[in-house]
């Protein structure tokens, strides 16, 4: 069983940075593939971002590579998700996930935090 909760989430302007954070208790985080997940208001869930067990794969959405970047610290118990130059079209409610494999975190996570909302103004 593990335990997410996001935070990190704010207001800021176009061009900006947010850096979330989703910290996980419960257990063996280590053995964990993690991800992050939005979704807008009267849109489906996207996929954004998943990083392995060992931080050794990442994958990005197409929308936000370049910008987005995620890393993990198991020492600490804690995913994140660096945004830079953020869009308008960036805002959403964040979600991080966990799961066994990659392939699972992708289709159906297990696991999920309850959220945080990212505002990008133009």
């Known amino acids: 069983q593990v335990q997410l909760v996001e935070s990190g989430g704010g207001l800021v302007q176009a061009g900006g940075s947010l850096r979330l954070s989703c910290a996980a208790s419960g257990r063996t985080f280590s053995s964990y593939a993690m991800g992050w997940f939005r979704q807008a208001p009267g849109k489906e869930r996207e996929f954004v971002a998943s990083?392995?067990?060992?931080?050794?794969?990442?994958y990005y959405a197409d929308s936000v590579k370049g910008r987005f970047t995620i890393s993990r610290d198991n020492a600490k118990n804690t995913a994140y998700l660096q945004m830079d130059n953020l869009k308008p079209e960036d805002t959403a409610g964040y979600y991080c996930a966990a799961d066994t494999s990659l392939v699972l975190l992708r289709s159906a996570p297990t696991y999920w935090g309850q959220g945080t909302q990212v505002t990008v103004s133009s």
């Open positions: 990083i392995s067990w060992n931080g050794g794969r990442m």
